[in-house]
């Protein structure tokens, strides 16, 4: 394979294996908290203030955002069409809307309004007009980063404002992702990604080792797996306790 074919596919797979490592370790941390929710867990754990849990989600999650960055440069790269982007986008923010409706279903008190997919929606818009702008990429990025630590105003703390991320409480859900600060871990991914592919393409192209192969072939299909790696675990876990099998 040439080194330019998978620039003009915008899709490296070293990329797509970074991702698809960033879904299992997903995957493993939501089937734990599955279990814990179960009660299959001893002693029960506490998903939402032990460190052992909170700093994972919060480095699976920038892991996540870090490959989102690092995706739409390659396809910048690539010089994707509107339409495509446009469409993927339509496909995000159509299961943001879905993970909500789940979401009040079974957690009818703290069901999930602003979460990762409802984030990387207004992500990529954002990400998207700033293209341009490629020399800001990295300040604007520690700004994000940084302005939710100094600045947090009761006017954030509505369920319509929340989505900003400059509260002064974090409101109660099950999953939040607010623009601020993550907006910054998906630019730093930008500017990152343009970096590379600018002067290690050939080598972003290499084949990877058959190990990391299947790596790869998950992380073409984050949305997919994203929304079905729950309804699945929890499926099991239902059928299990009703048949009886632990």
């Known amino acids: 394979m040439s080194a330019t074919a998978p620039l003009a596919r915008g899709r490296f797979d070293a990329i797509d294996a970074l991702r698809g490592l960033a879904m299992l370790w997903m995957a493993a941390y939501h089937y734990a908290f599955d279990l814990n929710q179960f009660g299959y867990l001893v002693p029960q754990q506490d998903f939402y203030r032990d460190p052992l849990w909170t700093v994972q989600r919060t480095c699976i999650l920038s892991l996540f955002l870090w490959c989102a960055g690092l995706g739409q440069a390659a396809a910048q790269a690539a010089h994707q069409r509107p339409a495509r982007f446009w ?35 207004v992500m990529l818009i954002v990400v998207r007009w700033l ?73 972003l192209a290499l084949p990877l080792p058959a190990v990391l192969a299947p790596l790869a072939r998950l992380g073409r299909w984050p949305l997919t797996f994203y929304m079905l790696h729950q309804p699945l675990f929890i499926g099991a876990l239902l059928a299990g306790r009703a048949l009886r099998w632990w």
Not at 132 to 157: E, G, K, M, N
């Open 131 to 203: 293209a341009p702008l490629r020399s800001w990429w990295l300040p604007l990025a520690a700004l994000a980063i940084a302005l939710p630590f100094v600045v947090q105003h009761p006017f954030f703390d509505t369920p319509w404002t929340n989505w900003v991320g400059l509260v002064t409480r974090k409101p109660v859900t099950e999953d939040y992702v607010p623009v601020l600060p993550w907006l910054g871990v998906m630019l730093a991914g930008l500017a990152a990604g343009h970096g590379l592919i600018a002067q290690h393409s050939a080598r």
């Open 87 to 121: 469409r993927r986008w339509a496909q995000i923010a159509l299961c943001a809307l879905l993970v909500s409706a789940g979401s009040a279903l079974m957690f009818p008190n703290s069901w999930i309004v602003f979460g990762v997919l409802h984030g990387i929606a």
